[in-house]
């Protein structure tokens, strides 16, 4: 895989991390939410889970350096 491949590949994952947040936040809000959100959500997962089996068969997994959630 090419670089730019691999560039390609960390983008469409930091797309697909903005959309399932932008799920998460909606069904935050929602007192009972419709299961097509959820359904969106676990599409949106799975493509996550895709993406980042390419960029580790490319050899660039995917770290996350966001805050650590152990404190």
Same mark, same amino acid.
């Given at each position: 895989?090419?670089?730019?491949?691999?560039?390609?590949?960390?983008?469409?994952?930091?797309?697909?991390?903005?959309? *399932?947040?932008?799920?998460?936040?909606?069904?935050?809000?929602?007192?009972?939410?419709?299961?097509?959100?959820?359904?969106?959500?676990?599409?949106?997962?799975?493509?996550?889970?895709?993406?980042? *089996?390419?960029?580790?068969?490319?050899?660039?997994?995917?770290?996350?350096?966001?805050?650590?959630?152990?404190?």
């Amino acid at each position: 895989m090419t670089l730019d491949e691999v560039e390609d590949l960390k983008r469409a994952r930091g797309a697909l991390a903005r959309q *399932r947040n932008a799920i998460a936040k909606r069904l935050g809000g929602l007192d009972v939410a419709p299961i097509s959100m959820a359904e969106d959500l676990t599409r949106t997962l799975l493509a996550i889970e895709a993406v980042d *089996r390419a960029l580790v068969d490319a050899g660039q997994p995917h770290v996350d350096i966001g805050a650590s959630h152990d404190a």
